[in-house]
């Protein structure tokens, strides 16, 4: 999830740990918790763009980083905080559930989370919820404000926050529910084309969990659809990308494809723009695709000796405005 979602998640885990002994510093410590896996971005100067995507939600968002971490970090506050009202298993408790939740959440997003590393290189990922949700973090984010205005002392304080608590988490679970509704519109949608494939995935548009994108594996490539739960019929119209791997032909031993196709976990297809070849991992989706089936993937990673992949965002090749790709989605949103 993005970080604004993650020091929001932190600070209301922070106060109902602590709140009611270090008022309002809860917050702070338990943000500062929440925060702590992404750490990781820190190790971008000493690896490749490539490298990069599979050190970030490595092992800095596993199990046995969590464990270990929230034992030192629980040891050093309780050593270090001049407030002697905490104990140390608090101080631990903070930490854990604040480092826990986050690469829980960030399991809900396309991405992956490698829960397990070093022991294993799986990512999970549950792919129902959008890196960034607005309908998850702004009222979130509203019920941590109204807390953080209101007393230490007050009942309304603690009312609030889990308020919000329990609305983001109601939230992740209607994700889910979710999910699996629309993937059987999907899968309808298929069978109604009478589409051959091996496979099929599904996961949010941009900021909402309305409109989903759904991709489905064939021999050449995937299949494209698109559903809002705003349609007024489930006719989901399909659409071809190639997956185009002879444009890979040159880079069979090149480290970084082999990287890269790890992973998308195989979700990929290539283009070709101009004299650039552009490895286009299809699990974070089209900008515009939804309005345009030929739009641009979000994530293009140029294969040119010495590309700048820093975002592996390529905006120069979107054949529209990110204004106007946003006004196409809330279009979209509301249905056909």
Request: aromatic share 16%; proline share 2%; charged share 20%.
């Amino acid at each position: 999830m993005d970080s604004l979602t993650h020091i929001v998640l932190g600070a209301a885990i922070g106060e109902a740990v602590l709140g009611k002994k270090i008022g309002r510093r809860a917050m702070f410590w338990g943000a500062l918790a929440d925060t702590i896996p992404d750490f990781d971005v820190f190790a971008s100067p000493c690896v490749t763009n490539a490298q990069q995507l599979l050190v970030h939600r490595g092992i800095t968002h596993s199990f046995l980083f969590v464990g270990v971490m929230s034992l030192v970090l629980g040891y050093v506050l309780s050593r270090w905080a001049k407030s002697r009202c905490v104990s140390r298993g608090e101080w631990t408790l903070l930490f854990f559930l604040g480092m826990f939740t986050h690469i829980l959440i960030d399991s809900f997003t396309a991405y992956g989370t490698g829960w397990l590393e070093p022991f294993s290189t799986y990512r999970v990922a549950f792919n129902s919820i959008f890196v960034a949700d607005v309908f998850y973090t702004l009222p979130f984010m509203f019920c941590l404000l109204v807390a953080l205005i209101a007393k230490n002392s007050s009942g309304r304080r603690k009312k609030w926050n889990k308020i919000g608590l329990v609305i983001s988490s109601c939230y992740l679970v209607f994700t889910l529910v979710n999910k699996m509704y629309v993937t059987y519109q999907m899968r309808a949608g298929l069978e109604k084309q009478k589409l051959v494939t091996t496979d099929l995935v599904t996961t949010p548009t941009p900021l909402n969990n309305i409109l989903w994108t759904a991709y489905a594996s064939d021999s050449t490539g995937f299949w494209f659809g698109y559903y809002s739960l705003f349609d007024r019929t489930n006719d989901i119209k399909y659409f071809h990308v190639n997956k185009k791997d002879d444009l890979l032909k040159p880079y069979e031993n090149d480290s970084e494809v082999k990287l890269l196709k790890r992973f998308s976990k195989g979700y990929y297809c290539m283009s070709k723009h101009e004299s650039s070849i552009y490895f286009n991992d299809i699990r974070f989706g089209q900008l515009g695709g939804w309005d345009a089936p030929d739009s641009a993937f979000v994530f293009s990673y140029k294969l040119n000796k010495n590309a700048d992949n820093s975002m592996a965002l390529n905006r120069s090749r979107f054949k529209t405005s990110f204004g106007d790709a946003f006004l196409a989605l809330v279009n979209r949103i509301k249905g056909r």
